[in-house]
């Protein structure tokens, strides 16, 4: 089993639509999550980290379901420049490394 | 942005070729990191060094040659590589490589071995 598993899209949906897509991880100790953007040709940013109660950043909604082992982004009135990869990203042994995900594309369409 | 910086951005080069990369962090970090991304995949774990000590060799063919002479700057060095070693060739650095910590990447160098 891959360590951090995404559907790797891509959601293709208009300007103002809301978009949500998930994430899971192989180990149920992990601790920390986060999810990074990365744009074409681009280094991947920090979007948000995802906290066990779920956390919003504008229109940018993470939770995490630890019984399923999963954490999800939500994405409300897209705009045409959140057409991007969203990676997945697991502290997966609770150390240092990263361990990330394929990435979900998202295109944002007028 | 500039806190993470790295050069060559484009790199093409032969098989029998050796060159090095190169990364620079102005954000005072302790640990910093080589990836690769090849498309369509995951961004692949190299190496991390902190505190100028490497804490990991993930399992790299020894014609990837890390170097780490301070806290600030991390070397890549490439030689007799193969096709499938083209790719794009991320560096990142986090404050203290605690689990927590978030990443701060490189705009990466894109290899291409012919």
């Known amino acids: 089993r891959k360590e951090v598993e995404q559907d790797p899209g891509p959601f293709n949906v208009p300007e103002g639509a809301t978009v949500a897509f998930n994430c899971t991880y192989s180990?149920?100790?992990?601790?920390?999550f986060f999810w990074y953007r990365q744009d074409c040709r681009k280094e991947p940013k920090l979007l948000m980290s995802v906290y066990s109660s779920g956390n919003e950043d504008g229109r940018f909604t993470a939770q995490l379901n630890r019984a399923s082992q999963y954490i999800s982004l939500l994405i409300r009135d897209s705009k045409l420049s959140d057409s991007a990869t969203y990676l997945c990203v697991v502290n997966i042994h609770n150390d240092y490394k990263l361990s990330f995900g394929a990435g979900t594309t998202v295109t944002v369409r007028a | 942005e500039t806190g993470v910086t790295q050069t060559p951005r484009h790199l093409v080069m032969g098989m029998t070729n050796k060159k090095s990369l190169k990364c620079e962090q102005h954000l005072g970090h302790n640990a910093m990191y080589w990836y690769k991304q090849s498309a369509k995949k995951p961004l692949e774990l190299m190496f991390v060094?902190?505190?100028?000590?490497?804490?990991e060799n993930n399992s790299v063919p020894s014609r990837f040659s890390p170097e780490c002479p301070n806290s600030s700057h991390l070397f890549l060095h490439l030689h007799t590589l193969q096709p499938e070693d083209s790719a794009l060739y991320l560096c990142?650095?986090?404050?203290?490589?605690?689990?927590?910590?978030?990443?701060?990447f490189g705009p990466g160098t894109r290899l291409t071995v012919l």
């Open positions: 180990n149920s100790a992990s601790q920390s």
């Open positions: 060094y902190n505190f100028k000590e490497q804490t």
């Open positions: 990142a650095s986090s404050q203290n490589g605690g689990s927590t910590d978030t990443q701060y």
